[in-house]
Nanobody, 123 residues
């Protein structure tokens, strides 16, 4: 069992930055792929970024060059550094964990989820 707790959301002006954190419980954190997803009002949950157990990183096109996902296995924490934020980045951001091998962008293939943290970008 893995429990995930996100933090770091808030209100920021367009062009600003935020860093989200996701603290995980469990001794096997380093073996999980860790992903970030987001859900805007009235929209489906969408993939943002994922980092594998080996450190490979993948991003959705709309955040490439602006967002960076990283992990600190010693602290059981994954981060999402978000720069040059845009109003369309406004959403609830969720951290998710997935065991096994391979990379997936599908939310239904992740085993564990945090409660989400709100990010609001004003224009």
């Amino acid at each position: 069992q893995v429990q995930l707790v996100e933090s770091g959301g808030g209100l920021v002006q367009a062009g600003g930055s935020l860093r989200l954190s996701c603290a995980a419980s469990g001794r096997t954190f380093s073996s999980y792929a860790m992903g970030w997803f987001r859900q805007a009002p009235g929209k489906e949950r969408e993939f943002v970024a994922v980092i594998t157990w080996s450190g490979n990183r993948y991003y959705t096109d709309s955040v490439k060059g602006r967002f960076t996902i990283s992990r600190d296995n010693a602290k059981n924490t994954v981060y999402l550094q978000m720069n040059s934020l845009k109003p369309e980045d406004t959403a609830v951001y969720y951290c998710a964990a997935r065991g096994g091998i391979g990379v997936t962008y599908r939310a239904d293939e992740y085993n564990y989820w945090g409660q989400g943290t709100q990010v609001t970008v004003s224009s």
